[in-house]
């Protein structure tokens, strides 16, 4: 008779290290997965490794725009470029997250903006000083626009100013104390005036020389109206220290005065020549291009906040 032997089991401690293997390589590739998804939350929260820019801007059509976009690219930024039809809306989508960065303002227009809205926009770096300049398509020079033309002007508060000031300069009206950079049509001495000054919207100024002697008008709409910036009958002028307040800026909220994402955006455009280049060649050679330290353009924004409140 053969002899039976039982059935006998392997050993359980011969599955144990095979069976703790797996789950612990289970357990480290959930670890591993849930540090690299805060990790990347935590850099995209801190905009340390933000690639995608959202910027506003008014004129996002002219060409410079694109050799940014392109430059920015080599950067590692993926610069989204945004249209804005008038002034007043690129500050209000940047205030509430639309947009990361805007350009399309000077300091004067950011101050009122933030007075009157208890706004803290805050300028990330400058880019020009462009002469704001009075045109016109029924005469050829200041002296031969006659009594009681009309003149007309931007109706938003810090280019009305800028605007009325250069009229003064031309000796078409007469500002009461002077004038200054919160000037209105009510500081006018129309007594004392050769013009009658209106105001309109900036956009709608190039089309209303058909209608008038002529009318400030921004740079921003000057070639897009058929005209060159070297027919302006009179500018202001650019080196006055009074002029500060003027410069463009890139702007940012307040709690992205740091980022560095944004800070390199900033540095691409000042320091690309083809960008710069194509600054002037939009501004038919008068923009005066600026570089200036961000907590100069800080200080300048406080100084005419100030002021503007005190107005109020």
Do not use: C
């Amino acid at each position: 008779m053969s002899e039976t032997h039982p059935q006998i089991a392997p050993p359980a401690k011969r599955r144990t290290p095979l069976l703790i293997g797996v789950a612990v390589l289970a357990v480290i590739v959930v670890v591993v997965g849930l540090l690299w998804s805060r990790g990347d939350d935590a850099g995209a929260a801190g905009g340390e490794e933000r690639e995608k820019v959202v910027l506003g801007t008014v004129g996002a059509s002219d060409p410079y725009w694109q050799v940014l976009v392109d430059a920015a690219a080599e950067e590692g930024i993926d610069l989204e470029v945004e249209d804005f039809a008038d002034y007043t809306q690129p500050n209000p989508a940047l205030s509430e997250g639309e947009l990361d960065i805007n350009q399309f303002q000077h300091l004067v227009y950011l101050a009122e903006y933030n007075v009157a809205n208890d706004d803290d926009i805050v300028p990330l770096g400058s880019t020009a000083i462009y002469p704001l300049g009075l045109y016109s398509s029924q005469v050829d020079s200041v002296e031969e626009i006659q009594d009681g033309d009309t003149v007309v002007v931007p109706d938003d508060d810090s280019n009305q100013a800028r605007a009325l000031l250069i009229l003064q300069s031309a000796g078409l009206i007469t500002l009461e104390d002077g004038g200054s950079i919160f000037s209105t049509l009510a500081d006018i001495d129309e007594a004392a005036s050769k013009v009658e000054v209106k105001a309109i919207k900036a956009d709608l100024t190039p089309t209303s020389l058909p209608d008038v002697a002529a009318a400030v008008i921004n740079n921003d709409f000057v070639e897009k109206a058929g005209l060159s910036f070297e027919d302006a009958l009179a500018t202001d002028d650019v080196e006055d220290p009074n002029a500060l307040p003027y410069v463009n800026v890139f702007a940012v909220r307040a709690e992205d005065r740091d980022d560095p994402t944004l800070l390199k955006l900033v540095e691409v455009y000042q320091e690309t020549q083809a960008v710069l280049d194509g600054v002037q060649d939009v501004s038919g050679g008068t923009a005066e291009l600026v570089k200036i330290p961000q907590e100069d353009l800080q200080a300048s924004l406080d100084d005419v906040e100030a002021d503007t409140a005190a107005q109020q």
